[in-house]
Every structure is written in C-alpha cells, then in structure tokens.
C-alpha cells in the first residue's frame, strides 16, 4: 500500500536554468557517514569553465565570418597544416578543434587532448575523417555543418557531369598543348539518358533536381530515403542492381560507411551497362579504384569523373588519374566562396553553441534536441539527473548497479517523448557519484554500457492533457541491497520517484511511501514510528547548528505506524547532528543524500 504525504511546507524557488558548475560530491549516510573528494566544475553537457575564455584551435581554412564570431567568444588559434605529432601536442591546450576533410582527427588526437578537448567542429558534411567512436567514448560532442555546402556540391557534380560528357577537361588540355582535335572529343548528349543517384539525400536530391532540368531521366538508390519525397520531384527509387543495371550516368552521394566503402567494386561492375559514365563527389572510398581503373580499361566504364579519392591528395602516379577517360578535380566539391563563408558561419555558430553548454542541432554522435523542447523539458532534465543521484546513494555498499528501470508517465504519445536526454542523466546521476568517470550526453550510453549498467526505459501512457511533457520520472535499481531500507519497493528494488512542480523537481516516492520534498541542496530520509514532536525533535538538532530546512514533508501508512519523514537541507549538517538525529529513540534508519 502506498503511503500519502502530509506536505508540511513548500518553499519558493526561482526558476530552474540548466547550471554549468554543479558540484556533485555527496555524503551517504546510514548511521555513518561516508565523504567522497569534491569533482571539478561539472556543468550538464559540456566540461568548459565559464571563468576563462576556451581555445579553439583553426587547423583548417576557415572563411572569415566564421572567424570572427568564434573570435567573438574564444581565443582562436589558427594553425594550418600541423603534422599528426604537432596536433596532438597542441590539442591538449584546446577546448574546440576545427577541421574540414583534411585533417585526421583520430583516436590520439582524443587520447592526447587529457580531457580538455570537449568540441570537434567539421567545416563541412562528410565525418569520416573524425573518429566518432574516440570522440564519444571521451565525451567530445562532435558538430558538423551539414548544409551550407549542399549547393555547392550539386553544382560540382553537375559541373564534372557535364564536362566528362562533352570532354571539356581533355580538349582544353589538348588544345592548350597546340593540337586541334575536334573528330576527338565528340561527346555524348545527356537528354533522354537514365542518371542513377545513389544517395539521395541532400547533394543527391539537388543533383536530381538540376539533371532534370537537363532533360535526364532520373532514378536513385538509397535504402533510407523516402519514397515520397522522390516522386515529389519525379524521381523514381530503384534497388542497387536495377540503378546499376539501368543507369546510363551514376552519381555517388552517399557518406563513407563501413557499409558503403568500395560498394563499386569488380562484382558491382560487373552488372553495370557497358559505356557507363560515372561522376564521384562523395567520398573516393566508396569506389574500389584498382576495379575502377580495371573497369575503365575494359570498356564497361566509358569515362568517370572524379572530385574524391582513398588517399588525398592521390599519389602522382596513380593510374585512375592519369588514365585518359577520367577527369579529375580536387576535392573541389565545397568549393565556392558562398559555400566557405556558409560552412564557416554554420560551423562557429554550432562550436560556440556547444562550448557555451547548449545542445547543438548538428550533434554528429548525441542526440539533436532543438531548442524549444530544450527549454521544455529542462526541469525534467535536473529531475532526471537527481533521481538518478538518490536512487545511487540509496545502494548499499558493495552491491554494484547492475540494472536500472526508468519509467516514464505521461499523456503525450511515445513518439512526441524523446527520452534519449532524460536517459543521459540519469546515467550520469547514477555513475558519476561513483565513479570518477564525467557523464555527458556524448557518452552517456558508451559509459553505462562500459560499466556494464544496463538501463531499461518504459513509458505509462496517462489519460489527461499531454500539455505538461511528463507526470512523472521513476527510478529503480533491480538486485541491490539498501542502506535505507524503506527505499525498497513492494517488488524488491530501490525506487524514487519524482515529479516537477511549478517548474521545481520534487521527490514524490521513495519506496512505497509518498513524500515530497524539492529536490534542492540535500535530503534527510528517516524512518520513524509516526508520533507527535518528531518534527521538532529532527528540526531543533539541525537548527541548534543553524541548519536550514527547506522543505519537511512525511508520508505514512497509517497513523502512529512507519513514517517516512524526508526533510530538504541547505547546508551539510556535522556528523555530530546527524549522529543525534540517528540517535533519536523513534527513527529506526536515516541516511543523509547529497544532490
Ligand atoms: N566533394 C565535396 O566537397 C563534398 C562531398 N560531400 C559528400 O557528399 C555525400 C553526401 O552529402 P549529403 O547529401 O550532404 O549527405 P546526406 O546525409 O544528406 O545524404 C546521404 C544519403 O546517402 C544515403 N545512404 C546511406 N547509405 C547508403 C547506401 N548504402 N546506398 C545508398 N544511399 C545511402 C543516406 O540515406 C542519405 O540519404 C557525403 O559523403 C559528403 O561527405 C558533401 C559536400 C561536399
Ligand atoms: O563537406 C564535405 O563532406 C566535403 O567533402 C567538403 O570537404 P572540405 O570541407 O572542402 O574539405
């Protein structure tokens, strides 16, 4: 049976903000109390110390209006063509790096950055350059700039499309080395020709859009896009073998992948119509070049045209360059002075978001959340984390959290609930008390999974308006003892439950009985026989040491049985206190939960 509280007070709070420097060491306490070493400044997303200005090292070409907002905000250090060595020796005094595709930003890079590279910035789309995995698993958001380029490339792709067609590159060549060889370069019309997209997202929608204005017949492969936005613009989706069955042209605008790399290789080939023309502006990786350049010489592919490669810049002597049916550009495709003065402006904008603690919208590896449900869904945010650092605290030592159930109430419908940020701190309420591990959004999950937590998450859809995101956040740690025995649910796990009110979290339910009490400073849970004068007793001890209560409330089962009384703290009572309340002849357990 549930016990009910009797709220004895609510104090006013101001409005919760997402804070920066949050200390979060804690005391827990069962008749003893336990100290752990006070963290470094701690903010939710991001560790960068508002007190000094962050450093961002430049380690590419960036247009200057992106400068000069980053300039507006950090000290930037603009450091072109550094060797490996020389980026991992800067790297460790910087807060945010900045690259396009041509710097490497591998796993040393992380390791050799101590901690204090918190933002990886890529000028442009493609991240395959980044060690997403390294970055996560040292909590670096990476941010990139996915569309100011978008256009550019397009137009590169049509550009080398048209050129191969009509041997632009080889007559100029031709004709600048004195000859004269118009029986030569006869080209091929592209009116009425099939062109296969493979990719259609951004580039390659554009690049559609632009063929048909060419007169084309236009068909795309790509196993995630929507079927609808294609016939919006009539295009047709086909497999991968009838694009590479029926294509008279291939345009490749898919990202690099571990399932896309060499995804052109002899088998693929193999199947394409003979005279086939291919244009890359994706990645070079995702052809197999020695099956191209063995494809090139057998005919099956006429000509190709090329703006990436495997390794760039190519080796001089590389056969697909100089091979006479394949033109080549490098790496061009962002290439325009409105596409460099976009991406750097989109770029900046995204790594002073993130420095600045907000959640980026062009988050590579952590989830987007835009702005206004951000602000929405921020109580519920500091709600989460403290449940998840009372349900810890509530352990006994030396049984590990192995399992944790999260569950959601609310009346909106699952897919209006992205709990993904609510999930990330918890796991960080629930590891960071006992680990010396910093949590972030960033590698939140990595870290639970690393620490062998497993968090399951279950919704209880309500009836009643969805207006509010959430009614309530409940956390459960499955097959671990308690220091305070009350925190143990009917059905055997450690349970807090907590709800916002007025824009404050509270704490709702600790096993099974109801409290309240706003999670603010720190908490006191006792449990007692219920009788007159426990509030005096407890609340005298801590005043007697001008200990302040914010908040008492007791929940019950029924009168003069168990009580549980929670009482919010501002300041850290001495172990003396605590030690008289503990010693109070009706409290049978107390624990002492710092937030
Ligand atoms: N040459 C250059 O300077 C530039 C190159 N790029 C490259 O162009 C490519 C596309 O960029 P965006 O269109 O902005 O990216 P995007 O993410 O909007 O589109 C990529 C599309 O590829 C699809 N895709 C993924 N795996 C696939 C597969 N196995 N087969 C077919 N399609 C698959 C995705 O579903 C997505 O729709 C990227 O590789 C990017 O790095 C982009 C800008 C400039
Ligand atoms: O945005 C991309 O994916 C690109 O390939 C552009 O690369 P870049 O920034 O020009 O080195």
Redesign the pocket.
């Known amino acids: 049976m549930a016990a009910s509280p009797s709220s004895l007070s609510l104090r006013n709070s101001s409005p919760l903000s997402l804070s920066w420097k949050t200390n979060t060491h804690f005391s827990p306490l069962s008749r003893s109390t336990v100290s752990l070493p006070s963290r470094r400044p701690n903010p939710i997303f991001i560790v960068f110390s508002m007190d000094a200005k962050p450093t961002v090292l430049v380690a590419?070409k960036l247009g200057e209006a992106g400068l000069d907002l980053l300039k507006g905000f950090a000290n930037v250090d603009c450091s072109y063509n550094l060797s490996p060595e020389e980026l991992c020796t800067k790297i460790s005094l910087c807060d945010a790096l900045i690259?396009?595709?041509?710097t490497k930003v591998s796993r040393e890079v992380f390791e050799s950055s101590g901690g204090r590279l918190k933002v990886v910035g890529?000028?442009?789309?493609?991240?395959?350059n980044v060690d997403l995995a390294a970055a996560t698993e040292h909590g670096c958001l990476v941010v990139?700039?996915?569309t100011a380029?978008t256009v550019a490339?397009a137009e590169h792709g049509i550009a080398l499309l048209t050129a191969m067609a009509r041997n632009v590159a080889q007559a100029d060549a031709s004709i600048k080395a004195g000859k004269w060889q118009r029986n030569k370069y006869v080209g091929v019309s592209l009116v009425g020709k099939t062109l296969a997209i493979m990719g259609f997202g951004k580039v390659g929608t554009e690049v559609a859009r632009r063929a048909k204005g060419l007169g084309m017949h236009v068909i795309a492969h790509d196993p995630y896009a929507p079927a609808d936005r294609a016939r919006a613009i009539g295009v047709e989706l086909v497999s991968f073998d009838e694009a590479l069955a029926t294509a008279d042209f291939i345009s490749l605008h898919m990202?690099l992948t571990p399932s896309t790399s060499k995804i052109l290789n002899d088998e693929n080939f193999a199947k394409m119509k003979k005279g086939v023309r291919i244009v890359n502006?994706?990645?070079g990786g995702v052809i197999d070049e020695d099956a191209l350049v063995k494809a090139l010489d057998a005919g099956i592919v006429a000509q190709a045209a090329l703006?990436?490669f495997t390794v760039e810049p190519p080796p001089k002597d590389s056969r697909l360059v100089q091979h006479e049916n394949v033109t080549v550009t490098p790496?061009?495709?962002?290439?325009t002075m409105e596409?460099?003065e976009g991406?750097a402006i989109e770029i900046a904008e995204a790594v002073v978001g993130a420095l600045k603690g907000e959640l980026a919208a062009t988050a590579v590896n952590a989830p987007m959340v835009p702005a206004e449900v951000l602000t929405e869904l921020k109580p519920y945010v500091v709600l989460a984390e403290k449940l998840g650092r009372l349900a810890v605290q509530l352990v006994a030592g030396g049984s590990g959290v192995k399992s944790v159930k999260v569950t959601y109430a609310s009346a909106r419908a699952p897919d209006d609930l992205d709990t993904r940020l609510l999930r990330a701190m918890i796991t960080k309420g629930i590891i960071e008390p006992i680990s010396s591990v910093f949590v972030n959004l960033v590698n939140a999950d990595f870290t639970a999974k690393q620490r062998g937590i497993r968090i399951s998450e279950e919704r209880i859809l309500l009836d009643g308006s969805p207006e509010s995101p959430l009614e309530f956040i409940q956390v459960q740690i499955a097959n671990v003892e308690s220091k305070f025995a009350s925190a143990i649910s009917d059905s055997g796990e450690i349970k807090v439950e907590g709800r916002v009110k007025d824009g404050v979290p509270h704490l709702t339910k600790v096993g099974s009985f109801e409290v309240d009490v706003s999670l603010e400073g720190s908490i006191i849970l006792c449990r007692q026989v219920d009788q007159p004068g426990m509030i005096g007793t407890v609340g005298s001890i801590l005043g007697e040491e001008n200990v302040n209560v914010s908040f008492m409330s007791v929940g019950r089962i029924a009168p003069r049985k168990q009580a549980v009384m929670a009482i919010g703290v501002d300041e850290q009572p001495s172990k003396e206190s605590l030690k008289r309340i503990g010693e109070v002849p009706a409290v049978e357990e107390f624990v002492y939960l710092k937030l």
Do not use: K
């Not at 690259?99 to 041509?102: L, N, Q």
């Not at 890529?122 to 395959?128: C, E, K, N, S």
């Not at 790496?331 to 290439?335: D, E, N, T, V």
């Open positions: 590419e690259v396009r595709s041509g890529r000028a442009g789309v493609g991240i395959d990139n700039a996915p380029n490339a990202p502006v994706a990645r703006d990436v790496h061009l495709g962002a290439s596409a460099q991406v």
